[in-house]
């Protein structure tokens, strides 16, 4: 049965947040990576991947923005596999620049999948990256006689892998306002060069569960007891005041029935206060034992998520600009981080096809953080353990292994296996910082020369406010160098606004308005036409752009016009009628575009 995708889709609650806060520093980036006991083959791999994006082709999107919200559109963009070539969990979203935001690598014997987290969750990762695995080895082996086994549902749909299954299982709820005690902050001294740190061990399935069964709790809740207890041996007696406090993803699809591809999780934050208790490993042991038995219910589970989904919903954040929702976002996501200490993330267990099991060594996990957080998968009897951070230290692992040694458990360090990091040229950035220097000289200059000589004309101030005007057309021409009808727009904006600004701060001669802004609005609507016509852009990709453009050499200078401002009135029509006519052509002749365009971008 043919399937087909919606052509955009709202993001989802926890997307929402990994779109406004991911930064160089803070990438939101995981990777999930799969070890076999063979090396990988480039060819076979680019073709595995192909075969899996026919499965789950809603990773084949980028992201884009509206005026309210940020929202992922399909894309006709195809991965390319390659080498591994760079850091691990580096940047995949760019603002601005149309890009998948998942990445396949390998190195050796790895296959790596990374994605940026607006994208999918880890059960999203884990399921596609089995799915490519599969395909790998089917193709690898097949002469051997390897049976293509399907791992997904026959049932299951794209709409369902699209499905937010958040707004599924939303019911409103009051948030009752709860004040969390400071945890304690890590204060390492951090890595020089900012590079994540990447510390990984493999331990025995078999070990962990016999203790953690001796014990009478769950694996996780062991771990995350010996995770608390590993911070707590590098905390001085005056920093016990704050409570160790670990955020732990939850899956919604444990309590939720969904087969969404999507963001569908949530967290809990057990934590103990080492200044309050006693401390010893039974102790904090049965604490937060006791924690997870409350907090992992359905009816607790589906408070907290509905908690943060009335926030989203409500009617003054879904109608504020995104810029400004996305300042609110990260000063609200800067708050959270205080509450917790250190991250825990448990993937679960992997599970192939048994004949698919004798080519596979084991899967490994772990993120991008700007804290220290732990990543945990199982594959057959070896759970890897991924920690990372960008802390100049080793002893919280450290004390984590040895922890796991007193109880019983022996901890099999994995050495790094990196290829050297291809690090992209900075030449652009040291350009155009020597450019900006040169620049705020130049300025400084003719700034010195006016308060020492003061001339009659103030020829040294026009000057250096000349090369400020130069520097930010310039500046800003860089920033959005990745998306050339957005420059164009910007750059429509800069002139035109500058130049009123200059005729009227040199006596207003009214140039400005009568010549600069209509011509320079008609130049920039023109070179849009050429710039989509070079690149080739489909009607929704350049539609939001000519609706900026022609509404902007529509109202201004009709506001100008009709207020008398404008003396010399025939090249201020002329743009009027221009743009005014462009516009309707774009509604007459692209009208389903325009329609679907204006829906995706004013989406609340």
């Not at 204060?187 to 590079?195: D, I, L, N, Q, S």
Request: hydrophobic share 45%; proline share 3%; net charge positive.
């Amino acid at each position: 049965m043919q399937q087909t995708r919606a052509y955009w889709r709202k993001l989802d609650n926890a997307a929402k947040l990994f779109s406004a806060t991911s930064s160089k520093k803070d990438t939101r980036v995981f990777r999930f990576y799969c070890v076999l006991k063979e090396e990988v083959d480039q060819e076979r791999l680019q073709e595995a991947l192909d075969k899996t994006l026919v499965t789950y082709p809603v990773f084949l999107s980028v992201m884009r923005k509206g005026l309210f919200w940020h929202y992922l559109e399909k894309s006709g963009l195809r991965p390319v596999v390659r080498e591994e070539y760079r850091e691990p969990c580096s940047n995949l979203y760019v603002r601005d620049k149309k890009d998948l935001l998942f990445e396949v690598t390998y190195y050796g014997r790895r296959i790596n999948f990374e994605v940026f987290h607006a994208l999918t969750d880890g059960t999203g990762a884990t399921e596609f990256l089995r799915e490519l695995v599969k395909n790998y080895l089917y193709l690898t082996h097949r002469g051997d006689g390897l049976a293509d086994q399907p791992l997904l549902d026959g049932d299951v749909t794209i709409q369902d892998q699209e499905n937010d299954s958040f707004s599924k299982y939303y019911s409103e709820v009051k948030k009752k306002k709860e004040k969390k005690p400071r945890a304690y902050q890590l204060k390492k001294p951090r890595k020089e060069t900012g590079r994540l740190q990447v510390n990984e061990a493999v331990l025995s399935v078999k070990d962990v569960l016999a203790r953690s069964r001796e014990l009478g709790v769950s694996m996780t809740v062991f771990l995350t007891t010996v995770f608390l207890m590993a911070i707590h041996k590098e905390m001085t007696k005056q920093q016990e005041k704050h409570p160790v406090v670990l955020m732990v993803p939850v899956n919604l699809r444990k309590f939720f029935a969904s087969d969404s591809m999507l963001n569908f999780f949530n967290w809990i934050e057990p934590g103990y206060h080492f200044g309050e208790g006693g401390g010893s490993f039974e102790e904090v042991l049965q604490h937060v034992k006791e924690y997870f038995e409350k907090e992992l219910t359905t009816e607790r589970v589906a408070k907290h998520m509905n908690e943060l989904i009335t926030l989203e919903m409500h009617p003054i954040l879904r109608l504020a600009p995104l810029e400004l929702k996305n300042l609110g976002i990260r000063a609200g996501a800067r708050l959270a981080e205080r509450d917790v200490t250190a991250i825990f993330s448990n993937m679960s267990a992997v599970k192939m096809p048994k004949d698919y099991e004798v080519y596979i060594e084991r899967f490994g996990v772990y993120t991008s953080t700007p804290k220290i957080e732990l990543c945990m998968c199982s594959f057959g009897d070896k759970l890897s353990l991924g920690f990372t951070s960008r802390f100049d230290t080793l002893n919280i692992q450290r004390n984590f292994y040895r922890i796991l040694k007193e109880q019983g458990i022996e901890a099999e360090k994995v050495e790094p296996e990196f290829p050297e990091p291809d690090v992209p040229s900075e030449l652009e950035m040291k350009v155009f910082r020597f450019f900006s220097f040169f620049c705020l000289v130049a300025a400084v200059v003719f700034v010195a020369l006016d308060f020492n000589y003061h001339p009659s004309v103030r020829w040294t101030l026009f000057t250096a406010a000349g090369i400020g005007s130069m520097w930010l057309a310039l500046a800003i021409g860089f920033v959005k160098r990745y998306n050339l009808m957005k420059n164009a727009m910007w750059q429509l904006i800069i002139v035109t606004v500058g130049c009123i600004l200059w005729d009227a701060f040199t006596g207003w001669h009214g140039w400005s308005v009568d010549f600069v802004l209509p011509i320079v609005c008609m130049v920039i609507l023109f070179s849009m036409f050429i710039i989509t016509k070079v690149q080739k852009n489909t009607a929704r990709e350049y539609m939001i752009y000519f609706v900026m453009a022609g509404g902007y050499g529509v109202i201004l200078p009709l506001i100008l016009l009709l207020t008398n401002v404008v003396k010399f009135k025939i090249i201020c029509t002329i743009c009027v009628g221009v743009c005014f006519l462009f516009l309707a052509a774009l509604v007459i002749f692209k009208g389903k575009e325009f329609r679907e365009e204006m829906h995706k971008k004013f989406h609340v």
